[in-house]
């Protein structure tokens, strides 16, 4: 008994000794991680009886939820305040709307994943902070110091080694002073050849699985189709003005190639820069328009070089992918005042000027900024038609009238049957009514022939092509906008002070002289200069009327004093009882016919 006692009193004299008993519990705590079975991922799959701190498994199905919010408008809703300024073009506005909704829509969700990443990462890093600080503790290091190196890692220095470290370098740099120069001496007889030192692989940058793998999300461009007038930068810059992002509105005219006279392609960047108050992070998610851009087509020159087509558009071609661009601010930027700026970028607040005493150079990054390319594309129609349309000549082929026969930009002979693929179809009752034209047919093969390049083709990724406006459109355009011609006038007209009326007769009679003009929403305007010269030079009358006559020329517009309330209400029952049971279809016919 006594001899299988005595075994055991070492034993348990060594199990109280405090060295002893860490090295028992750094064993046993390796052994705890080696065998402890994982954690389960959720909550309602039983209990597993163990639990490792250093692993984040999550809170199970419920609580791993995206915390993105929902978006604070829709296309719908962007459309819906388009709807009160701008008339007609929906198919444009739908598609112009949803863009722009979905381009946000992607920088809100990569700003969103780059923010929980940059969380994640801080919270890995205090994990491994904590389990090396645990570590430290179960060793018995807790009086050596620990520093901190690349990676999150801590690095800890034992005391008898860097004792004996430095007592080593002592004696060998006593001996030195002793003999100088026989340490040299020695050492180079009886040194070993060095191996080669090999540098360490820094090319390869390895992929970190703590950190998830988002699915990234491409900026789709936009291109817009369509005669002028129709409303393609009005849409636009209706727009930007319920957006707080920076916009702004470039003409491709002044656009030449590198080292010739003009303007650069990136002088855009420099006007989306100003636009957003010198915000570089802000003028990288705004909105360019390149304005009148069929006019950088490619031209066959008999002597020169192209430096107006081509060269611009092998320039547009960084820009659109995703480039950064350095911007040099020319003139001094404390010579600016915070009222010069025009932008309607936060315009809630004050905008403020560049501070001044700051280097005039800006880089900025131009992956996220949109770009919606503009223009009219006069011409365009006429090879899609040559490759749309059946020849005219031979068996099987089409007899076409001469009206129908004409390549204008207007309705087309083509049949509603090739343009049902096309996205937001109209609600109609007559398919030979259809609001589309050859211009809605648009392919790359047609802008290739038009003369652009197909590298930049390839970076439009939507082509919307708008309607010419009907004479039905260009009548409403004058009363039912918030911004119409005729409140406009109206609100003029106040001023001098003067009440100002138009008859029903004479604003079809505005908008049938318009259409025959053939520019658009803007041959409104010009009409209306026209009919309301006189009544302007002689103001201020206090009442005046505008009537068909005065339109058509035959007769002068009427004027009455502070007393003629009554007889201007009179005049204007008057001609609507003269035109009783006529509609205003029923004038658009007359009008179509030429009665």
Request: proline share 6%; glycine share 8%; with cysteine.
């Amino acid at each position: 008994m006594s001899a299988l006692a005595r075994p055991r009193a070492p034993t348990c004299a060594a199990a109280t000794h405090p060295f002893s008993r860490l090295r028992l519990r750094h064993l046993s705590y390796s052994n705890f991680l080696a065998v402890a079975p994982r954690r389960s991922q959720y909550f309602n799959s039983g209990f597993t009886s163990s639990y490792d701190p250093s692993q984040d498994t999550g809170r199970g199905p419920i609580f791993s939820k995206s915390t993105f919010g929902v978006p604070q408008f829709y296309p719908r809703d962007l459309k819906r305040r388009v709807d009160d300024y701008v008339v007609g073009q929906d198919r444009a506005k739908k598609t112009i709307c949803s863009v722009i909704f979905n381009h946000y829509q992607g920088l809100r969700r990569r700003q969103h994943h780059e923010t929980q990443d940059q969380r994640l990462r801080e919270k890995l890093q205090r994990q491994r902070y904590a389990q090396d600080r645990d570590l430290q503790d179960r060793l018995g290091y807790g009086g050596n110091q620990a520093q901190p190196v690349e990676g999150g890692r801590w690095l800890f220095e034992n005391s008898t080694r860097t004792k004996s470290r430095r007592q080593t370098d002592s004696d060998r740099y006593s001996l030195e002073d002793e003999f100088p120069g026989h340490s040299e001496s020695v050492r180079g007889t009886h040194q070993l050849p060095e191996e080669p030192v090999t540098a360490p692989d820094t090319f390869y940058i390895p992929e970190d699985a703590s950190v998830p793998q988002h699915v990234k999300i491409d900026k789709s461009n936009l291109l817009l189709i369509g005669p002028t007038g129709v409303g393609k930068t009005y849409i636009l810059e209706t727009l930007s003005k319920k957006l707080n992002v920076p916009f702004t509105i470039s003409d491709c005219n002044a656009f030449t190639q590198a080292g010739y006279i003009g303007q650069d392609v990136e002088a855009c960047i420099e006007r989306l820069l100003i636009e957003a108050n010198y915000d570089v992070k802000a003028a990288e998610q705004g909105i360019i328009v390149l304005d009148e851009f069929d006019k950088i087509a490619r031209k066959e020159t008999v002597n020169g070089r192209d430096v107006g087509g081509e060269g611009v558009q092998q320039a547009l071609l960084k820009l659109v992918e995703g480039t950064k661009v350095t911007v040099h601010v020319k003139d001094h930027r404390s010579s600016r005042s915070p009222s010069n700026s025009t932008s309607t970028y936060g315009s809630s607040g004050p905008s403020s000027a560049p501070p001044a005493g700051k280097s005039d150079q800006y880089i900025i990054d131009t992956t996220n900024i949109l770009f919606v390319f503009c223009g009219a594309f006069v011409g365009l129609d006429k090879t899609v038609l040559r490759r749309v349309s059946k020849p005219s000549i031979g068996f099987g082929s089409e007899i076409r009238s001469g009206r129908n026969a004409t390549h204008s930009g207007g309705k087309s002979f083509l049949p509603f049957e090739m343009y049902t693929h096309l996205p937001h179809q109209p609600i109609i009752d007559i398919p030979e009514n259809h609001p589309f034209t050859p211009l809605d047919l648009t392919t790359p093969q047609d802008l290739q022939a038009f003369g652009f390049i197909p590298e930049l083709i390839g970076r439009m990724h939507n082509i919307c092509a708008l309607s010419p406006l009907s004479l039905d459109e260009l009548f409403r355009i004058l009363t039912e906008p918030r911004n119409s011609l005729v409140a406009q006038y109206t609100a003029l007209f106040e001023t001098y002070p003067s009440k100002l009326a138009f008859t029903q007769r004479a604003l079809y009679a505005i908008a049938e002289r318009a259409a025959k003009n053939e520019t658009g929403a803007r041959g409104l305007k010009m009409e209306m200069e026209r009919v309301l010269a006189e009544p302007m030079f002689d103001a201020p009358t206090p009442y005046v009327l505008i009537t068909e006559g005065c339109v058509a020329g035959t007769e002068k517009a009427g004027y009455w004093g502070k007393d003629g309330r009554l007889e201007m209400e009179r005049r204007i029952r008057e001609e609507e009882e003269s035109n009783e049971g006529e509609t205003f279809e029923a004038l658009r016919a007359a009008g179509e016919s030429g009665a």
